[in-house]
Antibody, heavy 116, light 108 residues
Framework: DVQLVESGGGLVKPGGSLRLSCAASGFSFSTYSMYWVRQAPGRGPEWLSSISSVSTYIYYADSVQGRFTISRDNAKNSLYLQMNSLRAEDTAVYYC?????????WGQGTLVTVSS | EIVLTQSPGTLSLSPGERATLSCRASQSLSSNYLAWYQQRPAQAPRLLIYDASNRATGIPDRFSGSGSGADFTLTISRLEPEDFAVYYCQQYGSSPRTFGPGTKVDIK
């Protein structure tokens, strides 16, 4: 079965850092571009970042540019999001996902809460 | 940045009825790179349609997508009870890959 499992979320103070991980299994992870998407409580999804299959192309939303860094380790079938200088407005469920093609995979998300 | 506008905000219909949802982009989309997602409460979004009109694997044929350029439509031909949810469009032709604000389909 295909699985994307996010981890690393939790409660962090404003200005703090967290590193999210996404463990992939059941598909050829190294051949897929990957996304990070977040969803704040009661709001729609917000695309944050994408990375191509061998990390050649990386893009960020303006809201996280310079604070968040996406990376991947194809040998470990893993995707990462390093989040620095966190703000209250970064509070959300964070999902890893594959881009929309014939089939797309999403994890169940990990909750990040930024609060003092 | 391409801004997506979805209408209506809420659609109140009965099971068996037809649902028509609209997504309009602030500029023409590259290669019609427009996707539709369904999200049920406490679940991750699920891809329904990619490239504006192609059903994703495993999606029932009552879901169809159409449109080109900057105007797109998701049609659900006959609503089943499990179809009452929120629907989002997303463009992925340029960065940032923006989502629309969503249309909630609820039971009338």
């Amino acid at each position: 079965d295909v699985q994307l499992v996010e981890s690393g979320g939790g409660l962090v103070k404003p200005g703090g850092s967290l590193r999210l991980s996404c463990a992939a299994s059941g598909f050829s992870f190294s051949t897929y571009s990957m996304y990070w998407v977040r969803q704040a409580p009661g709001r729609g999804p917000e695309w944050l970042s994408s990375i191509s299959s061998v990390s050649t192309y990386i893009y960020y939303a303006d809201s996280v540019q310079g604070r968040f860094t996406i990376s991947r380790d194809n040998a470990k079938n893993s995707l990462y999001l390093q989040m620095n200088s966190l703000r209250a407005e970064d509070t959300a469920v964070y999902y890893c996902a594959t881009p929309p093609t014939e089939i797309a995979f999403w994890g169940q998300g990990t909750l990040v809460t930024v609060s003092s | 940045e391409i801004v997506l506008t979805q209408s209506p905000g809420t659609l109140s219909l009965s099971p068996g009825e037809r649902a028509t949802l609209s997504c309009r982009a602030s500029q023409s989309l590259s290669s019609n790179y427009l996707a539709w997602y369904q999200q049920r409460p406490a679940q991750a979004p699920r891809l329904l349609i990619y490239d504006a009109s192609n059903r994703a694997t495993g999606i029932p044929d009552r879901f169809s997508g159409s449109g080109s350029g900057a105007d797109f439509t998701l049609t659900i031909s006959r609503l089943e009870p499990e179809d009452f949810a929120v629907y989002y469009c997303q463009q992925y032709g340029s960065s940032p890959r923006t989502f629309g604000p969503g249309t909630k389909v609820d039971i009338k």
